[in-house]
């Protein structure tokens, strides 16, 4: 699976963005995607995930500020970034886990994007 990000970019505190991100190759086998945030010396945390049902899981901290949807049929997932604040400012990565079942076992794999920078200024 090949994930390639778009949209990041500078904002002002308050504003909006909206982070895109293409999958491709073997994408029927993908269950979940989403997106993580990383700031230098930092580990990388979970901003938001979907899963092939449409559940959505958010960070506590962009709760109400940001929105993850997913376009199943053009292997898209976004990341609508509203009322933004200092503390987004960071690389935003794409996120897909494939799980591939047989009936010995279950693999999981993570996929990752190159990541795209979102700094968003006072």
């Known amino acids: 699976v090949q994930l390639v990000e778009a949209g990041g970019g500078l904002v002002q505190v308050g504003g909006s963005l909206r982070l895109s991100c293409a999958a491709s190759?073997?994408?029927?086998?993908?269950?979940?995607m989403g997106w993580y945030r990383q700031v230098p010396g930092e580990q990388r945390e979970l901003v938001a995930t979907v899963n092939n049902g449409g559940s959505t899981k958010y960070v506590d901290s962009v709760k109400g500020r940001f929105s993850i949807s997913r376009d199943r049929a053009k292997n898209l997932v976004y990341l609508e970034m509203n009322s933004v604040k200092t503390e987004d400012t960071a690389v935003y990565y794409c996120?897909?886990?494939?799980?591939?079942?047989?009936?010995?076992?279950?693999?999981?794999?993570?996929?990752w994007g190159q990541g795209t920078q979102v700094t968003v200024f006072s």
């Open positions: 996120y897909a886990k494939v799980t591939i079942a047989t009936i010995e076992a279950k693999s999981e794999f993570d996929y």
């Open positions: 190759g073997r994408v029927y086998d993908i269950d979940v």
